[in-house]
Structures are given as structure tokens and as C-alpha cells.
């Protein structure tokens, strides 16, 4: 699986959009972009996910780069419950269901 | 989606003693994997959790420490056998259905080696 790249921390002020990147410059074609967040002491939580589309649900919108190298993920009204660990997560889709995670960016969302 | 139940939870177990850790999803799920969590790190992942065959194991874990069942499609056992307090971790089950879609996760157990 393709690694991806991901700043160490992010600040964002409640209710302002909250945009997330993640390189991920090695993806190959069946690879899709996953994102996962982790609320502290509780278990990660399926956020998105996409291949080439940009994607969106009642939690986030997933921007995709036309060459699939980079991703954002926009949450569009940071609340104070968004804080937690984002992880930005390239899996194949055509085969291997494993899940390997990278060291996440931590956001805090200020009042 | 798929809920799933972690049993225990938590627990405080003494060196040289092992723990069974259960994972119990609500409905059958394709896949089934185990992941440690050490203290302020990211997810790990232990091994694929095979149904009626030995467990695939990741880089630099081994059967004989980390012994993993799974009887059927919606069950699962994890055990730690021999703790030493380097085992001390959050410990997390979690599914998947195939291609194409998201796993989920328990809410892990929180083991302490003492």
C-alpha cells in the first residue's frame, strides 16, 4: 500500500471550515483514499472515502487531485467535538483489506 | 454498518499471565483484524484474523505470543500470552466486507501489564 504524508498537528476555530491534506505522491491506480478519525479513547471512525471523484456525505467532502497524488478533507463546520486524530489511509481495492495507518494529523478545534 | 463488542474492555493483568480478548461483530463480516495501540501512538496492525484457518501475521508479531481464533464469521479471539508490561496497549478489533468498503472498529481493551 501507498504511504501518505500528513502534518503533525492543525488549529481551526469552531464553525470555520476545517481542511485537511495529505500527500500520498505514490498511489497506484486501484489504490483508493480512505479517511479515519479517532476521537480520543475510543475507536476509529470511518469518515470518506474515494478513488478519482471528489466525494461527499453528511460528515465531510474529499477533494481528490486529478493526478491522485494529494487529497484534502474539508470538514465544512469544525465543531468542538471534531477534535480528534485524522488519518489519511491509501488501500487497494481490489484485493487487500487491510488497513495500515500513518501517524495522522491531531486538529484541535478552538472555541 | 457493523457493531462490535469488545470483551473486556479493560483490565489490569500481572506479568507472566496471558489475556483472551473477544471480539463479537452483529452481523458476518468477510475480514476480521487485530491492532495494538501503544500509548500515544498510531494503530498497529497484529494480524488478519483467518476463519477456519492460522491467523496472517504482520512484520515482528508471532503466533506464539499473539495466538488468534476464529471459529466463524462473526467471532474472534485475541490473546497475549506471557505479558510483560511492554504490552501494556489499547488493543482493537476491527471488520471489513470486501472491496471497496470501510472498516469499523471496536472500542478496544485497555490492557495494562503490572
Known amino acids: 500500500d501507498a504511504k501518505t504524508t500528513q502534518p503533525t498537528s492543525m488549529d481551526c476555530a469552531e464553525g470555520r471550515a476545517a481542511n485537511l491534506p495529505c500527500n500520498h505522491s505514490?498511489?497506484?491506480?486501484?489504490?483508493?483514499v480512505y479517511w479515519y478519525r479517532q476521537i480520543h479513547s475510543q475507536g476509529p471512525q470511518y469518515i470518506i472515502h474515494g478513488l478519482k471523484n471528489n466525494e461527499t456525505n453528511e460528515m465531510a467532502s474529499l477533494i481528490i487531485t486529478e493526478d491522485r497524488k494529494s487529497s484534502t478533507l474539508i470538514l465544512p463546520h469544525a465543531t468542538l467535538r471534531d477534535t480528534a486524530v485524522y488519518y489519511c489511509?491509501?488501500?487497494?481495492?481490489?484485493?487487500?483489506?487491510?488497513?495500515?495507518f500513518g501517524a495522522g494529523t491531531r486538529l484541535f478545534v478552538k472555541a | 454498518s457493523a457493531v462490535i463488542s469488545q470483551k473486556p474492555s479493560r483490565d489490569i493483568c500481572q506479568r507472566g499471565t496471558s489475556l483472551t480478548i473477544q471480539c463479537q461483530v452483529d452481523s458476518q463480516v468477510t475480514m476480521m483484524f487485530w491492532y495494538r495501540q501503544q500509548p500515544g501512538q498510531s494503530l498497529t496492525l497484529i494480524a488478519t484474523?483467518?476463519?477456519?484457518?492460522?491467523?496472517?501475521?504482520e512484520s515482528g508479531f508471532v503466533i506464539d505470543k499473539f495466538p488468534i481464533s476464529r471459529p466463524n464469521l462473526t467471532f474472534s479471539t485475541l490473546t497475549v500470552s506471557n505479558m510483560s508490561p511492554e504490552d501494556s496497549s489499547i488493543y482493537l478489533c476491527?471488520?471489513?466486507?470486501?472491496?471497496?468498503?470501510?472498516?469499523?472498529f471496536g472500542q478496544g481493551t485497555r490492557l495494562t501489564v503490572v
Open positions: 489511509i491509501v488501500r487497494e481495492g481490489t484485493g487487500g483489506f487491510k488497513t495500515i
Open positions: 476491527s471488520v471489513g466486507r470486501g472491496r471497496n468498503t470501510e472498516a469499523f
Open positions: 484474523a483467518n476463519q477456519g484457518s492460522e491467523a496472517t501475521y
Open positions: 505514490t498511489i497506484s491506480g486501484n489504490e483508493y
